[in-house]
């Protein structure tokens, strides 16, 4: 199984500064079809996860352009330009290159 | 815009087994694969299995093989897990999502199954 890491588990940020979280996988998430297959999501308070990234860097529609993602291979971070009240949650990294799809711990980000 | 509408909470008591249901609307239902993801109390998201209503063959996380069985009904738009000796440590609310090229999109409301004697 391809294992998902994440640092730091947890973030405490001032309203307005920005946030950045890392991802990392135990193999490639490059497919032979030139897509990396890593994910965002956001898991705000008592709600499904939603989708904030697709393959890397894609916004998915109607994600506030504060987030961007980047990364290639294994390595991969998600940023907050500047965080705002409604970005609190748990931010999740996955990988759906591979069966069993995996999701790394998750990093919990609060506000100061 | 596809919804997946998941069915209430649910109570079971050990050595049971618990039928989700996760009823789609307003898009393609037979294309897309559907997979379920469960989160314990406090903890993160765990894949268990998926599948493809138009082939109709799951594939399930080891850790769950033989014990989880993920089916669909492509007449009512609606796929359904089921998980058998339920145990204490399967406390969790239970998501069933669609796969889009790689992204679970959307997912449904979530259900939580509480195993207690």
């Known amino acids: 199984d391809i294992v998902m890491t994440q640092t730091p588990l947890s973030l405490s940020v001032t309203p307005g500064q920005p946030a950045s979280i890392s991802c990392k996988s135990s193999q490639s998430l490059l497919h032979s079809d030139g897509k990396t297959y890593l994910y965002w999501y956001l898991q705000k308070p008592g709600q499904s996860p939603q989708l904030l990234i697709y393959?890397?860097?894609n916004r998915f529609s109607g994600v506030p352009d504060r987030f961007s993602g980047s990364g290639s291979g294994t390595d991969f971070t998600l940023k907050i330009s500047r965080v705002e009240a409604e970005d609190v949650g748990v931010y999740y990294c996955?990988?759906?290159?591979?069966?069993?799809?995996?999701f790394g711990p998750g990093t919990k980000v609060d506000i100061k | 815009q596809v919804q997946l509408v998941q069915s209430g909470a649910e109570v079971k008591k050990p050595g049971s087994s618990v039928k989700v249901s996760c009823k789609a609307s307003g898009g393609t239902f037979s294309s897309y694969a559907i997979s379920w993801v469960r989160q314990a109390p406090g903890q993160g998201l765990e894949w268990m299995g998926g599948?493809?209503?138009?082939?109709?063959?799951?594939n399930y996380a080891q850790k769950f093989q033989g014990r989880v069985t993920i089916t669909t009904d492509e007449s009512t738009s609606t796929a359904y897990m089921e998980l058998s000796s339920l145990r204490s440590e399967d406390t969790a609310v239970y998501y069933c999502a669609r796969l889009v090229v790689g992204a679970f999109l959307p997912w449904g409301q979530g259900t939580l199954v509480t195993v207690s004697s």
């Open positions: 996955m990988q759906s290159i591979q069966l069993p799809f995996t």
């Open positions: 393959e890397v860097s």
């Open positions: 599948i493809i209503p138009i082939f109709g063959t799951a």
